[in-house]
């Protein structure tokens, strides 16, 4: 059972199911306090909910079901585990993965289901698994990929993957069953960027390996735009789409990149810049209910959070209750 520590206004509604528009933050780096606990914010960024994890959880994977639960993969210290939590932190289901998975890859089906792939330690499958966390599918991918793969479900339902540590300049397109349909080389190296599902069905694929630049496919890896960024985005970068379809890019492993953002529209054209409050890589970043963005821990700060408006102004900034190295997750629900 999770031990839970509860912000006194919210104490009697343990008792029912309730969907809050807030966004759950779980698990840290390997190494920090974090990584045994989880905790709930607002639109604000005032803390709802904060409690203990059964399972630690560094470098895992998070995924929001249809249902609103979420559902962690792996991590460090339980590298099969699999559990799914409600959005008070607790226990529905628990089961195991095929393989190993440490910073894999993983996104939700259309037809609800999860698709995960690679990581650090099994870097060349994948597996398929229904909301409960039973397993459904596995399989081989194309390329062995290892971790800074990216997995997206495209508008037709198949899922785009690509690069990797070991197949950074590589892409493979799959269907809802694991079967592949195609696969590409890519026209840079992309591991650890950042892969974004664009409204027109293309995806922009912004930094990692090739930090300094962006680009945008199409479902079928055919390159149709490309360009610089105002700033060098590695693996510790950081995009999340706003509601009008802009790309909100912050962070970098390395300074001064760490504390900066910069706007991008769906077409790659530059839009603004500015500076983080606290400089990050590592951190994540996930949408409000308003359409503001929420930017928990990282490496430099693991502490701290801060909220941007869709223009990069600062709305609010403070501390979070445990620290939230590189590793952690983040879900908006």
């Known amino acids: 059972m999770i031990r839970k520590s509860l912000v006194a206004a919210f104490i009697l509604t343990l008792a029912v199911a309730i969907v809050h528009a807030d966004n759950l933050i779980i698990g840290s780096g390997n190494l920090d306090s974090g990584r045994f606990t989880f905790e709930r914010r607002s639109d604000t960024g005032a803390l709802v909910l904060t409690g203990s994890l059964d399972v630690s959880r560094a470098s895992h994977s998070a995924v929001k079901l249809t249902n609103g639960s979420i559902m962690l993969i792996g991590g460090f210290q339980d590298t099969t585990n699999i559990e799914v939590i409600d959005q008070s932190g607790n226990v529905l289901f628990t089961n195991l993965a095929n393989d190993q998975r440490v910073s894999a890859a993983a996104t939700l089906l259309n037809n609800g289901n999860v698709f995960i792939c690679s990581g650090t330690n099994t870097p060349s499958t994948w597996e398929i698994h229904s909301p409960t966390g039973a397993r459904v599918g596995a399989g081989f991918l194309f390329d062995s990929r290892g971790s800074g793969t990216a997995a997206v479900t495209l508008a037709n339902g198949n899922v785009w993957i690509s690069g990797g540590s070991s197949a950074a300049a590589t892409w493979e397109v799959r269907n809802s069953n694991g079967g592949l349909v195609a696969q590409g080389v890519l026209q840079n190296q992309r591991s650890g960027a950042k892969v974004i599902l664009l409204a027109n069905?293309?995806?922009?694929?912004?930094?990692?390996?090739?930090?300094?630049?962006?680009?945008?496919?199409?479902?079928?890896?055919?390159m149709v735009a490309s360009g610089p960024l105002h700033d060098v985005r590695d693996g510790g970068a950081g995009a999340v789409k706003l509601m009008n379809g802009n790309i909100f890019i912050f962070g970098s492993s390395n300074s001064p990149s760490s504390g900066t953002w910069e706007i991008r529209s769906s077409s790659g054209a530059f839009v603004s810049t500015g500076n983080l409050n606290t400089p990050e890589g590592g951190a994540t970043a996930a949408l409000?209910?308003?359409?503001?963005?929420?930017?928990?821990?990282?490496?430099?700060?693991?502490?701290?959070?801060?909220?941007?408006?869709?223009?990069?102004?600062?709305?609010?900034?403070?501390?979070?209750?445990?620290?939230?190295?590189?590793?952690?997750?983040?879900?908006?629900?």
């Open 288 to 333: 409000q209910s308003n359409g503001n963005i929420l930017i928990a821990g990282g490496g430099t700060f693991p502490n701290a959070w801060q909220i941007y408006s869709p223009t990069g102004i600062l709305v609010a900034s403070g501390q979070l209750a445990d620290n939230r190295g590189a590793g952690h997750s983040q879900t908006h629900f």
């Open 201 to 222: 069905g293309n995806l922009m694929l912004i930094g990692g390996t090739t930090s300094g630049t962006w680009e945008i496919d199409t479902p079928s890896g055919v």
